[in-house]
């Protein structure tokens, strides 16, 4: 191991940067929180066996300071292993001790990596309501006094038996005056949103004695994001923030993830989430539908579509398209094709693919992705295109009801579109032997009927059969 490795490690046990980042390589693109140098980086060695110091980074400022002991409530500390299944007590005690995590917000195509305050409690094993402040920086511009006008609206949650949590932009007032705020007006804790690029511990030594306050901080990108959705959706949204605890070898379960939800009740929470749903036109054809892994929402509800008959690979300059439209894969990446049809007004975009199955369409930085303001979905080719030739007969319109439905299962539409995507004998795909083949496209078909198989899932199971030279004796 290199010398910069080392001391990454060793920065990452002092705590100046985090797990998330140390691993990045592994666990995909995570956006950096803290910029360190050599002499911050001897610091940590120097520190490493040694009380983990808590470390803010100041707005505008490269270094790091470190807050004196007594005013962090954090530990900078991994664990040596999860606790087990039953242990449910060490499950809340790592919990109340992890310093990051994610935070999923309901519809949304993706997580949200959250750092915990250094001041406060960790968030509650329970949903909150996400309320966006008014003003968003939470903060009067002339007197430079925390202010909240919609505060009434905490009451009125708090009232219907909710768990609320305030969004508000960082800047201004501090990161105190805004806690001390919004826990007055009763909120049970408060999200920042960072006002510059990257992601910190949000610090208010002046409020270190609230104890159950769930202070936490975005990055800029994604609580842009989380904000622009909040002003379309009347200001509030559901979420759970689930902690992340890190090991140095996971023993105590079947597992070899070094980072996972700290209970089981949350790890099964993300094991549930599919993305999925049904379309069902007005002339009653039923489409599976996977959420892209960008964009924003998809909206419940019944929606008037338009065919938009090009590839959408080219900016569409001044011709504007209608809100919901239904375009074919191909010609160009689903970044460029989503990105044109939005610019030219489009809100929801249905792509066809041009395989048996519905997918999640990808693209290769979220952080550039989040400028799409569409939501996006993908439906299957068998039953994609019978809505297409539907709509071509009737003006290139259609209306389109879409259900979330949990049968709808991506984790088993990806392994489908593995089956028939790679060649016979590869990892993922199928064994060479037919025998073998036959007896996992049974097994497959035993736990989509215990699910539940929609009409897509099927027709996506008899696509790989036929690849895979399995003969479907019977129809679902």
């Not at 100041?58 to 004196?68: N, V």
């Not at 909240?148 to 009451?155: A, G, L």
């Not at 200001?235 to 079947?254: H, R, S």
């Not at 007004?345 to 400028?371: H, K, M, Q, T």
């Amino acid at each position: 191991m290199g010398e910069e490795e080392i001391n990454a490690a060793d920065m990452r046990r002092a705590g100046i940067i985090t797990d998330a980042e140390l691993r990045a390589e592994d666990r995909g693109s995570v956006q950096r929180s803290y910029i360190v140098n050599e002499e911050e980086a001897k610091m940590a060695a120097d520190m490493a066996s040694e009380r983990k110091p808590s470390m803010v980074k100041l707005p505008g400022r490269e270094e790091m300071l470190m807050l004196p002991d007594r005013e962090s409530v954090l530990k900078f500390e991994f664990f040596r292993d999860f606790a087990k299944e039953e242990d449910i007590d060490g499950q809340l005690e790592q919990r109340e001790q992890a310093w990051w995590g994610r935070l999923y917000v309901a519809n949304f195509p993706f997580s949200i990596q959250f750092l915990r305050g250094h001041f406060g409690s960790g968030p509650k094993l329970a949903q909150y309501t996400l309320l966006l402040s008014e003003p968003a920086l939470m903060c009067d511009l002339t007197l430079y006094d925390a202010m909240m006008d919609n505060q009434d609206r905490v009451k009125e949650l708090k009232d219907q038996g909710k768990n609320v949590i305030i969004v508000a932009k960082r800047g201004n007032c501090t990161y105190g005056e805004k806690a001390i705020l919004a826990e007055s007006v009763g909120a049970d804790g408060i999200l920042y949103v960072n006002d510059e690029e990257g992601i910190t511990h949000p610090a208010a030594p002046d409020v270190r004695e609230f104890r159950d306050f769930a202070p936490s901080m975005i990055s800029q990108a994604e609580g842009d994001y989380l904000m622009n959705v909040l002003q379309r959706g009347g200001g509030t949204i559901e979420a759970n923030f689930i902690p992340i605890a890190c090991v140095d070898e996971p023993k105590n379960l079947k597992t070899d993830k070094f980072c996972l939800p700290t209970s089981q009740q949350e790890r099964d929470f993300e094991d549930a989430i599919q993305y999925g749903g049904v379309a069902k036109s007005s002339d009653g054809i039923e489409a599976d539908f996977l959420q892209a892994h960008y964009g924003y929402p998809l909206p419940d509800g019944t929606h008037s579509f338009t065919l938009h008959e090009g590839d959408a690979c080219e900016s569409l300059g001044e011709e504007t398209v209608s809100k919901h439209v239904i375009v074919k894969r191909g010609g160009c990446s689903f970044q460029n094709k989503t990105l044109n049809l939005a610019e030219a007004g489009a809100e929801v975009i249905v792509i066809v693919n041009n395989e048996p199955f519905p997918d999640r369409p990808g693209v290769g930085n979220l952080y550039e992705s989040l400028v799409i303001s569409s939501s996006v979905v993908m439906v299957g080719a068998v039953q994609g295109d019978a809505i297409w030739k539907s709509m071509k007969g009737n003006g290139g319109v259609t209306d389109l009801t879409f259900a979330r439905d949990e049968n709808v299962r991506y984790d088993i539409y990806r392994q489908l579109a593995a089956l028939v995507r790679k060649p016979i004998g590869d990892d993922g795909g199928f064994p060479f032997k037919k025998k073998a083949r036959a007896t996992l496209m049974e097994d497959m078909k035993k736990e989509m009927k215990a699910i539940g198989v929609t009409k897509g899932l099927w027709e996506a199971y008899k696509a790989a059969a036929k690849k895979g030279g399995v003969k479907v004796s019977v129809e679902l």
